[in-house]
């Protein structure tokens, strides 16, 4: 069976991608904070990672730049916070 030929929504809506990928990212990284294990950090990890690239399309495709701006803060913040994570899974 042949694949649809229609971009993805991902592609067509990079802004909805966007806030999608930080709502999932904020519970990773909440999950990671109530239960500091390695594996929890490192899926929140990953799961920044891909809001970063969701934000860096956001950005190429000039998604509504005061959303964009809000989730960057918002995925700095998580960052600090899923750091500090680490250091206590680390000692």
Known sequence: MAKDSKPSWKKEHPNTFLGNSVQKATRSVKQA?????????????????????????????????????????????????LKAVQEKVEE
């Open 33 to 81: 904070m109530s239960h500091p294990e390695e594996m929890a950090v490192e899926h929140a990890f990953n799961s920044i990672s891909r809001a970063e690239n969701a934000l860096s399309n956001a950005e190429q495709h000039n998604e509504h730049m005061d959303t964009v701006e809000q989730n960057k803060e918002q995925l700095n913040r998580m960052k600090q916070q």
